[in-house]
């Protein structure tokens, strides 16, 4: 499976976001989706994770109540939607697949990596 991020930008901290994840190759539906971030001269880090129904998610402490992530798909593509953005959420952020249909925050878990859209909060 091909993935393809966008929706990335610069805004203003407590502004908001939307990235996109968009599947092709295969279906979408197949696979456990997650977003990570890597910020300048840091590791990637988990952000949030959906199942393969969307029923279940899980999100890192840090975005808790302030991101969302959902999917549709019968559009093949995975959200995650960003609220009161604060400067230290500027990273590339990544959208990945897990194969196995698996929710987790370990980064070696995602079979599938797409290639990262930049979001730059400034204050």
């Known amino acids: 499976v091909q993935l393809q991020a966008s929706g990335g930008g610069l805004v203003q901290a407590g502004g908001s976001l939307r990235l996109s994840c968009a599947a092709s190759g295969r279906t979408l539906s197949t696979y456990a989706m997650c977003w990570f971030r890597q910020a300048p001269g840091k590791e990637r880090e988990f952000v949030a994770a959906?199942?393969?129904?969307?029923?279940?998610?899980d999100y890192a402490d840090s975005v808790k109540g302030r991101f969302t992530i959902s999917r549709d798909n019968a559009k093949n593509t995975v959200y995650l939607q960003m609220n009161s953005l604060k400067p230290e959420d500027t990273a590339v952020y990544y959208c990945?697949?897990?194969?196995?249909?698996?929710?987790?925050?370990?980064?070696?878990?995602?079979?599938?990596w797409g290639q990262g859209t930049l979001v730059t909060v400034s204050s």
């Open positions: 990945a697949a897990n194969i196995l249909g698996i929710v987790t925050t370990t980064l070696l878990q995602y079979d599938y």
């Open positions: 959906i199942s393969r129904s969307g029923i279940s998610t």
